[in-house]
C-alpha cells in the first residue's frame, strides 16, 4: 500500500477565511486565515497554516495545538498574567482547555498541528490496540 507524502509551503496554499469568534477580539480588526493541509486517518490531527494581521483577541483552545512560527512576531499573555513574545522559529504547545490574549503587532504566519483528543474511554481502547499492533509487528521481524 502506498503512502502519500506531502511536501509544501506556505506560497503554495491558498489559505481561505477563517473569522476570529467576535466576542474574543479586545482591539483592532484582525483577519485571519487558514488553510488544512493534511489529516490523520482518523480525522483526529490536522495539519494546516494560520495567518493573522495585527489586533489584540483572545484565544480559547478546544483542541491541543503546536504551531511553529513561520514569520511575524506576538506576544501572548498567559493565564498567570505573564506575556511572551513569539517570533519566527518558535514553538509553542496550547493544551485543550487553555486560553491566552495574543496581541500581535505585525503579520504572523504559523503552521499547526490541531489534535482533538478522544474521550478516555476512547483513548484507552486506541492505546491498548496500538500496543496489541506493536507487539504483533515485533513477533513478525525476521531478527526477533
Known sequence: MSKKILITSLADVKLEPAPINPSWI???E???SWKEI???KDKTTFKGFWTCTPGLFKWNYRDDETLHMISGEAFLTLE?????RIGAGDVV???AGSSCIWRITEPVQKFAIVRRALP???GLIVRAFSKLGRIIKR???PWG
Open 139 to 141: 513477533d513478525e521481524r
Open 26 to 28: 479586545i482591539s483592532g
Open 30 to 32: 484582525p483577519q485571519t
Open 80 to 84: 498567570d498574567g505573564k506575556e511572551h
Open 93 to 95: 504547545y496550547f493544551p
Open 38 to 40: 493534511a489529516a490523520s
Open 120 to 122: 478516555y474511554p476512547i
